[in-house]
């Protein structure tokens, strides 16, 4: 129950820089996400490029 009023009290702070604050950190924590994902994609884009070159694709190329 403590958590449940502290977050119904985050929400009628009314403080705009404790918003901005808040926005700021979420805005961050979205970019590390997406280089992240990014950073996982590329890898594994790799990964599957190594093993088709490697004889699993061989027998579609031309």
């Known amino acids: 129950m403590k958590t449940i009023h502290e977050f119904l009290r985050f929400l009628d702070n009314r403080s705009g820089a404790t918003?901005?604050?808040y926005v700021m950190i979420a805005g961050a924590?979205?970019?590390a996400?997406?280089?992240g994902a990014s950073a996982i994609g590329d890898a594994t884009r790799s990964s599957f490029e190594s093993v088709?070159?490697?004889g699993w694709g061989a027998s579609a190329a031309p």
């Open 19 to 21: 918003s901005i604050e």
């Open 33 to 35: 996400i997406v280089a």
């Open 29 to 31: 924590i979205c970019i």
């Open 52 to 54: 088709s070159e490697q």
